[in-house]
């Protein structure tokens, strides 16, 4: 089943080098997600070939404006195309009345439902949950209130064997009932066949973590232990850790480090300063404490629990 990050903007602070500002759409079961929204994102959508009238649900870390420039301008163009479905937005304190302030000052009254919820940025808990997916804070050290966001892929009952099916020889209408836990008649013998004969266990949940912007922080480790994915504000070289310090950013060393104490499979590094054109430095500080490092740079898409980058949006 789908589980993937794709990269719409991975700058800090200015676009520079033909990065943009954050922006990353998770892809959980085919359900999009939309972390945070930094100017122009909507305009990053079409370049990626991203479905974005199918999110419904938008996270956004903190009130920094390379993290939301981008939402009323978002919010206005679902008006604009006559979006009917709620749109939910999960955001600090403050979110709601700056963006009811912009849609106030030109009269309009949206043709759907937006419907604001203020997240603690203190604690690690769930805010929204479905069958597929269970979204966590992750409280973060920055100069403002700022959470990250931890993906966690959910399943419902078992899997079915559609091998074991074939075998059988067994019709497609019973597939329903097999997923429903049923105990199904054998229709050639009319044996009872066990719901356990038909299914498998589904594979251990894979887990994706978004963590900027933030100092090196242990509360953060913490909340990551295990994670398959994690993307962790790299905005800074080794060299400069005491402007990362200063700024509350991490560095390559720092981001690297969290990733092998949090035992993950995989690190994603971003939020990447306008004054590095070149991010190779970044990528070998960053591998040389953690190999398995990749770049989020802009179209990059990386399925969680598979190491290898690709970069067409499916
Ligand atoms: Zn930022
Ligand atoms: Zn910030």
């Not at 943009?20 to 998770?26: C, G, K, L, M, R």
């Not at 091998?163 to 429903?180: F, G, S, T």
């Not at 066990?194 to 900027?212: D, G, I, Q």
């Not at 490092?293 to 499916?314: C, M, R, W």
Request: glycine share 6%.
């Amino acid at each position: 089943m789908t589980f993937n990050v794709t990269i719409i903007g991975s700058n800090s602070a200015v676009p520079a080098h033909g990065r943009h500002p954050s922006a990353q759409v998770v892809n959980v079961h085919d359900y999009l997600f939309l972390v945070d929204c930094g100017e122009g994102t909507q305009m990053r959508f079409h370049e990626h070939q991203v479905k974005w009238n199918r999110i419904k649900q938008i996270f956004i870390s903190h009130l920094h404006g390379d993290h939301y420039f981008g939402l009323v301008g978002l919010i206005s163009t679902y008006h604009l195309l006559q979006r009917n479905k709620p749109l939910d937005i999960y955001g600090p304190e403050g979110l709601e009345a700056i963006i009811r302030l912009q849609l106030e000052a030109g009269h309009t009254t949206l043709c759907y439902p937006l419907q604001f919820h203020v997240i603690d940025t203190t604690v690690s808990k769930v805010i929204f949950e479905d069958k597929g997916v269970e979204v966590m804070t992750i409280p973060l050290h920055h100069r403002i209130p700022c959470a990250g966001f931890l993906f966690r892929e959910k399943f419902e009952g078992r899997k079915v064997d559609k091998e074991k099916l074939a075998a059988l020889q067994l019709p497609l209408h019973l597939i329903p009932p097999i997923k429903h836990g049923e105990d199904i008649t054998d229709p050639h013998t009319g044996r009872i066949i066990p719901n356990k004969e038909l299914t498998v266990p589904h594979p251990p949940a894979r887990s994706y973590a978004y963590c900027s912007d933030t100092a090196y922080s242990e509360t953060v480790i913490e909340c990551v232990k295990g994670v398959d994915l994690v993307y962790h504000d790299c905005t800074f070289d080794k060299a400069s850790e005491a402007r990362a310090a200063a700024t509350f950013h991490g560095t390559t060393e720092q981001a690297a480090r969290v990733a092998d104490a949090a035992g993950a499979s995989q690190l994603l590094i971003g939020h990447f300063s306008a004054r590095f054109e070149n991010l190779d430095t970044l990528l070998e500080e960053a591998r040389a404490i953690f190999p398995a490092t990749e770049l989020a740079t802009e179209g990059s898409v990386f399925d969680v629990g598979v190491k290898a980058p690709h970069t067409a949006y499916n």
